[in-house]
């Protein structure tokens, strides 16, 4: 198996559980509970209040600063403004409303066919409207990533990897809605006016990459890059290096290289917004896992319960072990299915007791594999002891804050160590040592 970055790992991916169907439209939900927090930076404020009548599209959350709006999912009353469990994990303010079933728009956004009439200026301005994030889970607000990009940026990217386990949803985006991930690659174009922009696909996804190969004569300037399959090429600094050769340096950003990376989602998103002048109310999520009766992809409206989203694939079996809000390797285990879907929830993974990996007695045998296995070329083993006895400075000397909690080591870990858990608090730890 060739290797364009260190590291890695090829584990089973699984998925043929929810692959080779369109999405569908999943069943609306009676009420739709919208976070504030959707994206990275700044929670949006409320707009508006209960016993308010909102469209669909409407905004009703916005801020300053590292902030996106969030719109109305649904036409309707809102019933509540209150704190809500989210995705995350904890609560946090979100708006609930309840649906009229009548889908009143509210057309905040003109729909531009020929998206050239617009400047640079103009495209980001519809893209912070219309609510962008990285809808790949990254989560960061597109307009400021593509700001940052004008005049640093020679090589845009498209991120449709999908590599990790058991997620589909960027797959059937591309097989069902090829031209609105093309077309938003094409905004982007005129955005950052880039030298070279590449498509990049991971081989396992045949049925996309033959339909994008039959639609690429229509978006000049656009190659199609096919990876070979291998966990985490779809982290930005993988897929930089696989497809560029150029290598991200600790502490720096893709455009300290020159390049610019959005995910497959989120360039549909831009281009829905652009030229269909939609914002973000709805994505496509994949509902899989052995612990979910009829895996499959859906068209769900941001702020629908995961429970909602596992009752239209046929609800949880018996033997479900664990939910999480993403994949296995990357994902937020659930203590209920209460959190709504957000912008940046790409899969719902129902395991059942048969995946359960985890062990009563985690030990160290010190084998090494985590080191062959850091994408990031970290030292695993030591950055878990040295988190376990709170050793800042050790943390710091060993670039704690470079781990992408990818999961590799874990996935290698024969001691069965909870490594991510515990890169996260200390990561967590050590950004709140920093705070004044
Ligand atoms: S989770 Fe962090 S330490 Fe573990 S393999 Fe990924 S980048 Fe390396
Ligand atoms: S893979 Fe696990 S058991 Fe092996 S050295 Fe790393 S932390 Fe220790």
């Known amino acids: 198996m060739p290797r364009l970055f260190f590291g890695g790992i090829h584990p ?50 916005d801020g300053e600063g590292l902030c996106v709006p969030v719109h109305a999912s649904v036409s309707g009353t809102v019933v509540a403004v209150e704190p809500r469990r989210h995705a995350s994990g904890g609560e946090c303010m979100a708006v609930v409303i309840e649906n009229d079933f009548q889908d009143t728009p509210a057309r905040e956004l003109t729909p531009h066919l020929d998206p050239a009439e617009l400047s640079p200026e103009e495209l980001i301005t519809v893209i912070r409207r219309a609510g962008i994030v990285g809808m790949g889970g990254a989560t960061f607000p597109t307009d400021v ?49 880039p030298g070279r922009t590449v498509l990049a696909v991971e ?24 990876l070979p399959t291998r966990y985490p090429q779809g982290a930005e600094k993988q897929l930089i290096q696989a497809v560029t050769g150029r290598q991200v340096p600790p502490g720096k950003l893709p455009r300290d290289v020159g390049c610019a990376v959005f995910n497959a989602a989120t360039y549909a998103s831009v281009y829905k917004a652009v030229c269909e002048g939609e914002p973000v109310t709805r994505r496509i ?75 009563a007695h985690p030990h160290c045998i010190r084998c090494g594999k985590c080191l062959t296995a850091c994408p990031m070329s970290l030292q695993p083993l030591y950055l878990f002891r040295f988190g376990k006895l709170g050793d800042r400075a050790e943390l710091e000397r060993l670039h704690l804050s470079d781990c992408i909690e990818c999961g590799c080591c874990a996935y290698v870990c024969p001691g069965k160590l909870p490594l991510v858990e515990q890169f996260r608090a200390g990561k967590q730890a050590l950004k709140e040592a920093k705070k004044p």
């Not at 089973?12 to 169907?21: P, T």
């Not at 498209?158 to 960027?170: K, L, R």
């Not at 994008?212 to 300037?221: D, E, M, N, T, V």
């Open 145 to 193: 990533k593509a700001n940052s990009g004008i005049g640093a940026v020679d090589t845009l990217l498209g991120n449709a990897c999908e590599c990790e386990p058991y997620i589909t949803a960027d797959d059937a985006l591309l097989c069902t809605y090829p031209e609105q991930v093309l077309g938003g690659m094409a905004v982007l174009m005129d955005v950052l006016k």
């Open 285 to 359: 999520v994949t509902v899989t896992g052995e612990g979910v009766r009829k895996p499959q992809n859906w068209i769900v409206r941001i702020g629908a319960s995961f429970e909602s989203a596992v009752a239209a694939s046929g609800g949880l079996t018996d033997d479900v072990w664990k939910v999480l809000s993403g994949g296995p390797m990357m994902g937020v285990a659930q203590i209920d299915l209460t959190a709504p879907v957000g912008k940046g929830t790409n899969a719902v993974l129902c395991l059942s007791r048969a995946q359960n990996g985890e062990s």
């Open 203 to 226: 081989d396992n996804k045949t049925e996309a990459i033959s339909v994008l190969r039959s639609k690429l004569a229509q978006y000049p300037g656009i190659e199609l890059k096919v």
């Open 12 to 61: 089973a991916d699984r998925k043929e559980l929810s692959g080779g169907s369109a999405p569908a439209p999943a069943p609306i939900p009676s009420q739709v509970v919208i976070p504030m927090r959707q994206h990275v930076g700044a929670a949006c404020t409320p707009l508006v209040k209960v016993g308010d009548t909102v469209k669909m599209g409407q905004t009703i959350g």
